[in-house]
Each structure stands twice: as C-alpha cells, then as structure tokens.
C-alpha cells in the first residue's frame, strides 16, 4: 500500500538555526499537510497545500514557517529561526481529495521528531 | 466553531475485555469522522472512517465505532482488547469548511494489562 514518507525521523537542531523537514507524500494525492504534536499534546494543524499554494494555515503557522513542493513528488516544511517550544514531532498527509471530502481520510507519515537545543 | 472532544485522557483495561473510547464532536454540518492510532515512535494510522450510510462502521484491527448524531458522538469499540492494542487514539473531524483541514481530539492513551 502507497505510503506517506518523511525524512528524517528525527532532526536535532540548535536555537536559531533553520531546519527543513521533508516528505513524499502518495503520488496520486494532490492535497498535502502539515500538522505538528507537541509532546503530551494533541495533534495541531499547521497547513494545507493544494494546486502550488497553500489553502488554508492556522495561527501556528506564522513567517517563521514556509511550504513548498520544489518538484514532482516532494513537499517540504521549513522553520526559520528555530526556538525552543518548535520541538515536537511534525507529521506530513496528504489526500486524494480535500479533507473531509467523499472517502477522503489523510494519510500520514510517521513523523519528524525536532529537538531544539 | 469545530472541535472534537475526546473526555478520556488515559484508559486501563485488562487483555480480553472489551474496550470503549469516546468521541464527542461540534460541528454545523454533516461530519467526517475517523480514528486514529498511534503508537509508540509510529505516525498516525487510519483506523475506520465515517461519511454517511450505515452508522456502525467496521475498521481493522477489529475495532468499529458507531456515530450518533443526537449525541454528536463517535465512540470507538472492541469487543477484546490485546496487549498489541496499547497506544494513543485519536479522533478527527474532516471539515471542508470554513477551510480544508482536520481537527484532532486530544487523544486516549490506551494500556493494555495482560
């Protein structure tokens, strides 16, 4: 079964430095996300991606992020400037449809995990 | 506004014992619900999903949940639970509106006693 991939599963980082955090999502998808787990937290939305751009971000994601699918099959977050509260573990899905959309689910990745020291 | 409730933070059972989870959602129109599982150091894996049609739905690991709309619920079941079984769950909510996104419970940790 078509997977969602991310690299690399974990990232270690120091304070200010940017970070990229890949995935290849499933390649007939066409809607890719973000979300981000702070430990002992739940699952929070960073962003939505469709068609070259991003469709919908929540409050999380401010300047200090960016999105980007620089070729055919890959589809990157970077974090700029890192600081401390940006460890967390950071799942890329995407989706054949939108999200919630007819039999539609997300299909995740098994995450990044990101420690800023 | 959306939001998905998931009251219990942390569930003990015993191997063998059936097993319920509960999922309270708001939200204006017809939901998409699902379940997810995660376990230790894994991603987040689709257990069952629910758009319409018959409101108990079967999912794998022999897990089903049933969606009742008068009490925006979605509660997750299984009959008897194994030790394999132990590790976070969660439920989302698929929204298309007012944008394209899920919105996730805070999850269940489940552990299982042999």
């Known amino acids: 079964e078509p997977e969602v991939t991310q690299t690399p599963s974990h990232q270690v980082t120091q304070m200010g430095q940017e970070v990229i955090l890949r995935c290849v999502p499933i390649s007939n998808h066409l809607y890719f996300y973000w979300y981000r787990q702070i430990l002992g937290q739940k699952v929070e939305f960073l962003v939505s991606?469709?068609?070259?751009?991003?469709?919908?971000k929540s409050e999380i994601f401010d300047d200090q992020f960016s999105v980007e699918r620089p070729d055919g099959s890959n589809f990157t977050l970077k974090i700029r400037s890192t600081k401390l509260e940006d460890s967390a573990m950071y799942f890329c899905a995407s989706s054949e449809h939108p999200s919630g959309g007819a039999n539609s689910p997300l299909h995740f990745g098994n995450g990044t995990r990101l420690t800023v020291t | 506004a959306q939001s998905v409730t998931q009251p219990d933070i942390h569930i003990t059972v015993s191997e063998g014992a059936s097993l319920e989870l509960r999922c309270n959602y708001s939200?204006?129109?017809?939901?998409?619900l699902f379940w997810y599982v995660q376990s230790p150091g894994q991603g987040l894996q689709l257990l069952l999903k629910y758009f319409s049609g018959d409101t108990l739905v079967q999912g794998i690991k022999g897990f089903e949940a049933e969606f009742k709309r008068s009490q925006s619920s979605f509660n997750l079941r299984k009959p008897s639970v194994h030790w394999s079984d132990a590790a976070e769950y969660f439920c989302?909510?698929?929204?298309?509106?007012?944008?394209?996104?899920?919105?996730f419970g805070t999850g269940t940790s489940l552990t299982v006693i042999p």
């Open positions: 939200y204006g129109a017809t939901p998409y």
């Open positions: 989302a909510v698929g929204a298309l509106f007012p944008g394209n996104q899920f919105y």
């Open positions: 991606f469709y068609n070259n751009e991003i469709s919908e």
